[in-house]
């Protein structure tokens, strides 16, 4: 069981459809059920239209899922009981650390992890609810999970063995009481009994945390697949300064579906360059291994 997890925070480009394709292929290529679940918790980054944009994208990439798709929105009693839960037993803790109070705190270059700076454990023990923490400060409090560990070591179907070092106690709950990416995702993937998560290798740094919030919530851990990321041709992720990657863009530009899924699956090591073809041309000799270990380069020039 597979999953897409587009998040309408911004029109899909290039890297998105390279990582959704592959998702696709690893699913379907054994046989296996793909859901699609749009992130949508994001509220101050959600771009209106995006969500329905990403949909018509995913369709016309030809890339189809079962069942209706879910919404984050409409789960939000879910991650609600979660953190609760947690809190019940003493696994996560109100905190009123501002970002910029954490980020000071982290004075020196090695307190910096991969994904921000190290979280002190500065209010940990303070307070045993969100009340009492606003009561006694007047912030409104979010809520950390208390890690006791220095990393999770896993083993990555893509990437193999990992340290899984953590950067200290992480937000599952914001301070507007909506839920944080690392435990709306968790809560997601096992009430839809995800198998197999596969993302961008940005997201390497978020799986110990994930992996702790499966075990502390008794819930099945899927295996993990991170590839990695499309960039342009200095070597950084793909963005405006490459020019239009967009897929509508590419789209209103003439592109085919099949010249655009022929050329990501050059961008993959699956076909030759110059190949058309549909997603399910893909299928039958689909292999993981073929995919290069490294980032790819590749921009809208690639389909001129």
Same mark, same amino acid.
């Given at each position: 069981?597979?999953? !897409?997890?587009?998040? =309408?925070?911004?029109?899909?480009? !290039?890297?998105?459809?390279?990582?959704?394709?592959?998702?696709?292929?690893?699913?379907?290529?054994?046989?296996?059920?793909?859901?699609?679940?749009?992130?949508? +918790?994001?509220?101050?980054?959600?771009? *209106?239209?995006?969500?329905?944009?990403?949909?018509?994208?995913?369709?016309?990439?030809?890339?189809?899922?079962?069942?209706?798709?879910?919404? @984050?929105?409409?789960?939000?009693?879910?991650?609600?009981?979660?953190?609760?839960?947690?809190?019940?037993?003493?696994?996560?803790?109100?905190?009123?650390?501002?970002?910029?109070?954490?980020?000071?705190?982290?004075?020196?270059?090695?307190?910096?992890?991969?994904?921000? *700076?190290?979280?002190?454990?500065?209010?940990?023990?303070?307070?045993?609810?969100?009340?009492?923490?606003?009561?006694?400060?007047?912030?409104?409090?979010?809520?950390?999970?208390?890690?006791?560990?220095?990393?999770? =070591?896993?083993?990555?179907?893509?990437?193999?063995? @990992?340290?899984?070092?953590?950067?200290?106690?992480?937000?599952?709950?914001?301070?507007?009481?909506?839920?944080?990416?690392?435990?709306?995702?968790?809560?997601?993937?096992?009430?839809?009994?995800?198998?197999?998560?596969?993302?961008?290798?940005?997201? !390497?740094?978020?799986? *110990?945390? @994930?992996? !702790?919030?499966?075990?502390?919530?008794?819930? +099945?851990?899927?295996?993990?697949?991170?590839?990695?990321?499309?960039?342009?041709?200095?070597?950084?992720?793909?963005?405006?300064?490459?020019?239009?990657?967009?897929?509508?863009?590419?789209?209103?530009?003439?592109?085919?579906? @099949?010249?655009? +899924?022929?050329?990501?699956?050059?961008?993959?090591?699956?076909?030759?360059?110059?190949?058309?073809?549909? *997603?399910?041309?893909?299928?039958?000799?689909?292999?993981?291994?073929?995919?290069?270990?490294?980032?790819?380069?590749?921009?809208?020039?690639?389909?001129?």
């Amino acid at each position: 069981m597979g999953r !897409l997890a587009p998040s =309408p925070t911004g029109a899909l480009h !290039l890297g998105n459809a390279r990582t959704f394709l592959l998702a696709w292929l690893s699913v379907r290529a054994r046989g296996g059920t793909l859901q699609l679940r749009i992130e949508d +918790i994001d509220g101050p980054r959600l771009k *209106p239209g995006a969500e329905a944009q990403a949909i018509e994208d995913l369709l016309w990439l030809g890339l189809d899922w079962d069942g209706e798709p879910v919404r @984050q929105t409409e789960r939000l009693a879910r991650y609600a009981a979660a953190a609760s839960e947690l809190v019940a037993r003493g696994l996560a803790y109100p905190c009123v650390c501002t970002r910029k109070e954490v980020e000071e705190a982290a004075s020196a270059p090695h307190e910096a992890a991969m994904d921000g *700076p190290v979280y002190p454990g500065t209010c940990r023990g303070r307070w045993r609810t969100l009340a009492e923490a606003k009561a006694v400060t007047g912030r409104d409090a979010a809520l950390r999970f208390a890690v006791d560990v220095a990393a999770v =070591p896993f083993v990555d179907r893509f990437v193999g063995a @990992q340290a899984g070092t953590l950067a200290g106690d992480f937000v599952i709950q914001k301070r507007d009481g909506g839920p944080a990416y690392q435990l709306a995702v968790v809560v997601d993937d096992a009430a839809q009994q995800v198998t197999e998560v596969l993302r961008a290798d940005d997201l !390497l740094p978020s799986t *110990p945390r @994930q992996l !702790l919030l499966y075990r502390a919530l008794g819930l +099945i851990e899927p295996r993990f697949c991170h590839v990695p990321l499309v960039v342009g041709a200095d070597g950084l992720r793909l963005a405006k300064r490459h020019g239009d990657t967009t897929l509508r863009s590419l789209r209103e530009r003439g592109v085919t579906m @099949q010249a655009l +899924i022929g050329y990501l699956a050059f961008l993959c090591n699956l076909r030759p360059r110059g190949t058309a073809c549909r *997603p399910t041309d893909l299928l039958a000799d689909f292999d993981m291994t073929r995919v290069p270990d490294k980032p790819v380069v590749g921009d809208a020039h690639g389909l001129a």
